[in-house]
């Protein structure tokens, strides 16, 4: 039982930093951006966390400061491909070199001082038996999911701006005709997930590690847009997806000392072989936006 | 696609010299941006001066023969994956898969030469066969996935991309598949052998003077035959049809999947002929980080050079140019992943004109029309009375 | 009656009374160019409260251009727009919106995955109140009837109720200025009766001001108070309805004297009630003793996501006749024009082309078999905009025009200029980008590319949609040409008035299935119009 419960509580820490960028993700990709740049906006906020952190002494402005540098890669990603309608591809792939080189150069030019978030432990619940530790016994940043997860449902799926966004990611043509900016929609979507993802890039650095590894993302940007694809473009999905990809990790790391011997590949591989028998599997159930991918330019219908 | 086609060439026909000007004047202003915006980050972060390292990258890259011909080498398999990218393109499919193609490419490859007997021609020839069936059957699960179950191309591609890396790394890891063999007992590392000096590409001229591997004759070769099969033949014909209008091309009789899987296929054969050409050619050897983002690189010169397998030529070049001049960095004591931040600054660079001066267009319309509703208005004010 | 071209009064004036009444919207002057085309040239128009006011013209005429532009989502180059008599800068559909005036649009604005009430909210401001959208959505639609699920997908819907729920849309932000752009083609008569009874209401009881865009000049004398006749981007005409008549409007739309009993009068939406092959009796039994060339039996095909497309449809077409296909758009003619383009795949059922079967759903195989088709949307897949004149001609026959695997050009352009000059195609070379050609010289190149390649069968799916007069006679002499030359000419349309004019035998098409086939001379207009709405012969 008690290897269980380490299991699950390494899990969640695996999981947060999909899951806050997960959140943002799924916005995005709900307004119509098939957003390939995660990886790049993770980076700029575990790296800019980091250094904020270094700086400031504190990590929660360093929290500030990732989410500053997620949005800030989000506001070039956005501007080029929603308002100058540059090819998001080249837009996204281009960002994840820009960031890959540029945190890596500045890790090797600057120095920075480790941090590490404070672990908080919630009296009571901290005792259930196997939950209790994974759930209740974290570092600080990791509940800042229980504000992010409500808030990013209710904007989707409660606000005008949500119901614009979905517009926007269904039918373009029809929501510009409706007097939608369209554009304007999509890039304030991808601010937000730019925002989020800044934050899972923080929490990887300064919430669990405490200091920045070059390309210490590895990957987990496009494990996001498999979570999202998973989760079939709704928020419990995406989590339920990223927990799973979470778990996949954990057992990576776990199961050698616990004397099983599975293949890493395997599991490394597992959440991007899962998000394509998803969609092999419950392309019915699981409804794409209709117009995601595809870029809007008014006038041509 | 074609739309963004249209758009370059409509400005540059329809506006005449004073169009032609103002790209040229925006895109140098880009450019400079680009490089200006690179040096303020070396003189910020490092002890280097930026003309240091821009000399150094020329050094690495153009100064003489051994650097041209490196800089070949490197834009060699780039041009290659591009070629393919603009089948894939061309019919209206968005294939970002390439990095995982070239590698699955390269590890059959590997296979390949390390077995074939006697090596020469006939041995380089199949290993660069098999990488393109390698490549060929790694985008060719992503085109069953589409046409069978309609399953995004661009999604399954990327993903495949992911996979293809733990297959890679599976692989190199098998003392029974590709990891080295190990010599009088000596540990190994996940890479495979070194494939023999005979099954290489060979290389024409020498260190220290101009030298570069065959393979960039193989690109050219076929930069020539993409260009006419696209242009002049029947079946790039229909490419086009169904890449402007995949309607229109079904009720001519082609048939989208057949033609569509085709390119797609191909593409993904061209990336795994890169594979092989970087194995043969350079790298000699597979291991985890093998394709070195050539793939994820392709794909940009083949969109940057928006869909002319002809503009693939000069575009890969500069890649090309900016790895080689990359690699010799180190001597500066500037971070090499300073070539990363240069590169991708002046792709976005390379976007922003065209694309800029569309937005103006539009923008200018609206001032246009609002400026006439005001002239008109201000003539019917004074006839109002005030309530 | 008096109406000089160039006169111009103000719709203030037309009004009457005086003091004139300021107009609920004025447009003076609007210009608006698209390149070197001027879609409207220094437009006037006036609409008053209390008022539906046509504007009537033929497509391209300029009216839906005319109306964006008061919508805001077209900017003008020149004039102005004055909302109860005070000038407004419109500069999207929001300001629109504010200042009360909406549009039901021809293409409709709701979106699909949406629900009803999350549509009919859509383009407001301020916060999400689901219960006051379903509210309002019930009791609009119970005030005007136009009842519909607050809580249906969109996708889940018909046309016909789409098209409502446009309606409530516009209707719920309470506008003083209601346009409806071609309304009427997506419902049955009884529909359009409605709609009519719907609007009239809306102007008597609430003052509202409405224009009804149309191009059928029987629904204009039916529904409105006054009308304004466009024609190539300029007003030419005003009217009171009451005042005028059928072939006035026609010759003013049209620029020239129009018979109302051909196939003009007929793309102008006038009726021709009786037919003229009634007495010709004889020819009718020299028809029925051909074969039939396309014979569908109990076609059934569901589309991706699990609608029903075509429910057991059978249909028969003779060599040398023209089978009018009516129906009202969206029960199943779109799913039949695929089917016969190879596109759409049966479940069960055959299609046959002279007693032969041919396999549905495989590319190129009804081209083969000698279907010959004319597609409903030229722009979505009757040609290739972004091609050339000379390549859209050999779309479908490229290895005839090829040497070895290559595309040989010269041949493809001999092919051209000989198609090029028997259909009267103007383009100013092959070498031309099909999207540069007017819309009929594109349909041109299209009617062209099919018949020169001798069809069995020629489908013609709403082939006169978006041309003017002169290319809409041109189809008409080009299908019946064909028909007498033996091709089996399928002709889909949902404007019934063009069936009349042309088919020898009608079928009506409900929820793909076929309500029954008649004569032409066996028509009966309240017969039809039942079999239109669902009902069995």
Request: glycine letters at 10%; hydrophobic letters at 50%.
């Given at each position: ?301 | ?240 049809m169904?890449?402007?209008n995949?309607m229109a091309a079904a009720s001519a ?135 | ?336 024009g695929l089917?016969?383009s190879?596109v ?28 010959g088709v004319i597609p409903e949307d030229r722009h979505e897949c009757g040609c290739v905009l972004?091609m050339?004149?000379?390549?859209n001609l050999?779309l479908a ?37 099909m999207?540069?050609l007017?819309g009929?010289n594109q349909q041109r190149v299209v009617i062209a590319r099919e ?8 489908v013609a799916a709403q082939p006169?949609h978006g041309l ?7 189809v ?62």
């Amino acid at each position: 039982m008690n290897d269980l419960t380490t299991i699950l509580s390494s899990a969640m820490r695996l999981t947060a930093p999909l899951a806050f960028a997960g959140a943002g993700e799924q916005v995005a990709e709900r307004s119509g951006t098939l957003n390939i740049s995660i990886e790049a906006m993770m980076l700029a906020g575990a790296f800019f966390g980091l250094l904020g952190t270094s700086i400031f002494g504190n990590v929660a402005v360093g929290f500030v400061v990732g989410a500053a540098a997620g949005l800030a890669v989000a506001v070039i990603h956005a501007n080029f491909s929603h308002r100058l309608n540059a090819n998001t591809f080249v837009v996204g792939l281009t960002l994840n070199v820009l960031l890959l080189g540029l945190t890596s150069f500045l890790d090797e030019t600057i120095d920075m001082t480790p941090h590490q978030a404070g672990v908080i432990r919630i009296p009571v619940l901290r005792s259930i038996p196997v939950i209790g530790e994974p759930l209740f016994v974290n570092r600080w940043p990791m509940y800042l999911l229980v504000v992010v997860l409500p808030l990013s449902y209710w904007l989707v799926q409660r606000t005008r701006w949500g119901l614009e966004v979905r517009a926007s990611g269904e039918d373009p043509q029809a929501a510009d005709v409706t007097g939608i900016d369209v554009n304007k929609r999509r890039r304030q979507s991808l601010y937000y997930c730019g925002l989020l993802a800044g934050l899972g890039g923080a929490y990887l650095a300064i919430a669990e590690v405490g200091t920045f590894n070059q390309n210490m993302t590895a990957g987990r940007g496009f494990l996001v847009n498999s979570a999202v694809i998973f989760g079939g473009w709704t928020l419990k999905g995406t989590m339920g997806g990223c927990f799973l990809f979470g778990a996949a990790d954990a057992l990576r790391l776990a199961l050698p000392a616990l004397g099983y011997t599975i293949t890493p590949q395997l599991l490394i591989m597992a959440p991007y072989l899962l998000a394509i028998l998803a969609m092999l599997f419950f392309a019915s159930r699981n409804r794409k936006p209709a117009a995601l991918a595809v870029a809007f330019e008014r006038g041509i219908t | 696609m074609s739309k963004l086609v249209g758009l370059f060439s409509g400005a540059v026909s329809g506006g005449r010299g004073r169009r032609v000007g103002l790209y040229v004047v925006l895109y140098a202003l880009a450019i400079l941006a680009a490089l200006a915006l690179s040096a303020l980050l070396v003189v910020l972060a490092t002890d280097a001066s930026p003309w240091s390292v821009f000399k150094a990258m020329y050094d690495g890259s153009l100064r003489d023969g051994a650097a041209f011909g490196l800089s070949l080498d490197e834009a060699t398999p780039l041009l290659v994956v591009a070629l393919g990218t603009i089948l894939a393109t061309r019919c209206g499919i968005i294939n970002i898969g390439q990095e995982g193609q070239l590698i699955i490419g390269a590890t059959f490859a590997t296979w390949v030469a390390l077995e074939f007997p006697g090596g020469g021609f006939p041995a380089i020839a199949a290993t660069m066969l098999v990488a393109a069936l390698g490549g060929a059957l790694w985008a060719g699960i992503a085109a069953v996935l589409r046409f069978t179950r309609k399953v995004d191309v661009v999604i399954s591609t990327l993903l495949m991309n992911f996979i293809a890396a733990e297959v890679v790394s599976f692989a190199v890891n098998r003392a029974y598949l590709l990891r080295e063999t190990s010599v009088g007992g000596q540990l190994t590392v996940p890479q495979s052998d070194r494939i023999p000096e005979n099954t290489r590409l060979p290389r024409i001229g020498h260190f220290p003077d101009f030298n570069v591997s065959t393979g960039v004759f193989l690109a050219i070769v076929l930069t020539a035959v993409i260009a006419v099969v696209v242009v002049r033949t029947r079946w790039g014909f229909r490419l086009r049809m169904l890449g402007m209008n995949p309607m229109a091309a079904a009720s001519a009789g082609v048939s989208v999947a057949a033609v569509g899987a085709t390119a797609l296929i191909l593409s993904g054969a061209f990336a795994g002929v890169a594979g092989g050409v970087m194995l043969t050619g350079t790298a000699f050897r597979l291991q985890p980080g093998f394709s070195q983002s050539v793939g994820y690189d392709g794909l940009l010169v083949a969109l940057i050079a928006r869909g002319s397998p002809i503009a693939c030529v000069p575009v890969a070049f500069f890649f090309g140019v900016l790895r080689a001049g990359g690699g010799f960095l180190a001597s500066t004591g500037v971070p090499r992943y300073l070539v990363n931040i240069v590169q991708s600054l002046l792709v976005l660079a390379a976007l922003f004109p065209p694309v800029f001066l569309g937005l103006r267009e539009r923008r200018k319309q609206l001032a246009r029309a609002r400026a006439a509703a005001r002239m008109s208005d201000a003539s019917v004010d004074t006839e109002l009375v005030p309530a | 009656m008096a109406s000089v071209v160039n006169e111009r009064p103000s719709g203030a004036a037309m009004g009457g009374g005086s003091p004139p009444p300021v107009a609920a919207v004025e447009l003076r002057g609007i210009t608006k160019r698209f390149g070197d085309v001027v879609a409207c040239d220094a437009v006037d128009l006036a609409v008053a409260r209390g008022e539906i006011h046509g504007l009537l013209g033929q497509n391209g005429a300029g009216k839906s251009t005319l109306m964006k532009i008061l919508l805001g989502l077209h900017n003008a180059d020149a004039g102005q727009i004055l909302v109860s008599g005070r000038p407004v800068v419109v500069k999207d559909p929001l300001v629109a919106a504010s200042m009360g005036i909406a549009m039901v649009h021809q293409h409709f604005s709701v979106i699909g995955a949406l629900r009803v009430w999350e549509n009919v909210t859509l383009g407001e401001r301020g916060r999400v109140d689901p219960k006051r959208a379903a509210r309002h959505v019930r009791e609009i639609g119970e005030r005007y009837g136009l009842a519909v699920d607050p809580q249906a997908r969109i996708e889940d819907l018909t046309t016909g109720q789409r098209q409502r729920v446009e309606i409530i849309k516009c209707l719920r932000r309470n506008p003083d200025i209601l346009v409806l752009d071609e309304p009427t083609s997506v419902l049955t008569l009884a529909e359009s009766q409605d709609l009519f009874g719907v609007l009239r209401r809306v102007v008597q009881e609430e003052s509202r001001a409405v224009v009804l865009i149309s191009h059928k000049l029987d629904e204009v004398l039916h529904a409105t108070d006054k009308v304004t006749i466009m024609r190539d981007g300029a007003v030419v005409a005003r009217h009171r309805t009451a005042d005028t008549d059928a072939s006035e409007l026609a010759r003013e739309m049209v620029g020239r004297e129009v018979s109302l009993r051909s196939t003009a009068g007929a793309a102008l939406g006038v009726v021709v009630d009786d037919a003229a092959a009634e007495a010709d009796a004889a020819a009718r039994a020299v028809r029925s003793a051909r074969e039939v060339v396309l014979a569908i039996d109990d076609a059934h095909a569901k589309s991706s996501d699990g609608r029903r497309l075509l429910d057991g449809l059978t249909l028969d077409v003779r060599r040398g006749e023209i089978l009018g296909l009516a129906g009202v758009e969206g029960n199943g003619q779109a799913a039949l024009g695929l089917l016969l383009s190879s596109v759409l795949p049966l479940d069960r059922g055959t299609v046959s082309v002279s007693g032969e079967v041919v396999r549905t759903g495989k590319p190129g195989a009804m081209l083969r078999a000698g279907v010959g088709v004319i597609p409903e949307d030229r722009h979505e897949c009757g040609c290739v905009l972004d091609m050339t004149v000379a390549e859209n001609l050999v779309l479908a026959d490229i290895d005839t025009v090829s040497s070895g695997v290559f595309v040989n050009t010269r041949l493809m352009r001999e092919r051209a200029a000989e198609l090029i000059e028997r259909f009267s195609i103007k383009t100013p070379s092959p070498d031309t980008l099909m999207r540069q050609l007017s819309g009929g010289n594109q349909q041109r190149v299209v009617i062209a590319r099919e018949l020169s390649r001798g069809p069995k069968v020629l489908v013609a799916a709403q082939p006169t949609h978006g041309l003017d007069v002169g290319a809409i006679e041109f189809v008409a002499e080009q299908l019946r040409a064909a028909a007498d030359a033996g091709v089996a000419v399928l002709l889909i349309s949902t404007e019934l008035e063009e069936i009349l004019a042309l088919a020898d035998r009608v079928a009506v098409i409900n929820s793909g299935r076929i309500m029954g086939v008649l004569d032409r001379a066996d028509v009966e207009l309240e017969r039809l119009g039942l079999m239109l709405g669902g009902r069995a012969a």
